[in-house]
């Protein structure tokens, strides 16, 4: 079993930047990919990216270039660092980790771009 706790969401002006934690929990020691989701209101939950026990990451189109996913296997802890924020940036932020077929998922977090 894993626990994920994120934090690190809030309000922030376009172009701004806003850094996410996710902090894991349980049987960290097997889990293998861990990543961020989000969903806007009234649109489904797309990959905004995410890292693999070998450290490789894979990113949403939408978010390449402007977020930097990293991880820090000692502390079972992934950040999300968000850069160059724009208004459709705006959701709730979820956390993922896979521990051998079964994917765990925390509570969210949200993002909310706004002037």
């Known amino acids: 079993q894993v626990q994920l706790v994120e934090s690190g969401g809030g309000l922030v002006q376009p172009g701004g930047s806003l850094r996410l934690s996710c902090a894991a929990s349980?049987?960290?020691?097997?889990?293998?990919?861990m990543g961020w989701y989000r969903q806007a209101p009234g649109k489904q939950r797309e990959l905004v990216a995410y890292i693999n026990s070998a450290g490789i990451t894979n990113y949403g189109d939408s978010v390449k270039g402007r977020f930097t996913i990293s991880r820090d296997y000692a502390k079972a802890t992934i950040y999300l660092q968000m850069a160059s924020l724009k208004p459709e940036d705006t959701a709730v932020y979820y956390c993922?980790?896979?521990?051998?077929?079964?994917?765990?998922w925390g509570q969210g977090t949200q993002v909310t771009v706004s002037s």
């Open positions: 993922k980790a896979i521990l051998q077929i079964t994917a765990y």
């Open positions: 349980g049987s960290v020691f097997n889990i293998g990919i």
